[in-house]
């Protein structure tokens, strides 16, 4: 970070395995794979975004955003 080079963790960018792996998993179409992966870079955009205006260096804001998601679906309620 103090050298100016960003970032981007491993996780964030390989996301794009677990999707098409998820997809066909449940039958889904490459389609639907497609678009969800390419909301790989604006995932990506976030974590720098954030990154800069927190100066956190960015594996730091996406390990954060990982624990965020998360609690939140942990607060989700599943029909019984």
């Not at 995932?43 to 594996?59: A, D, G, L, M, Q």
Request: charged residues 25%; hydrophobic residues 40%.
């Amino acid at each position: 970070m103090r050298k100016g080079i960003i970032y981007a963790p491993d996780f964030a960018l390989n996301a794009g395995g677990v999707i098409n792996c998820y997809s066909e998993v449940k039958g889904l179409t490459p389609e639907w794979a497609m678009n969800k992966a390419e909301e790989i870079y604006t995932t990506i955009h976030n974590i720098v975004k954030r990154s800069s205006s927190e100066n956190v260096p960015t594996y730091q804001i996406a390990n954060k955003m990982a624990e965020e998601r998360i609690d939140s679906i942990g607060k989700v309620k599943l029909p019984m």
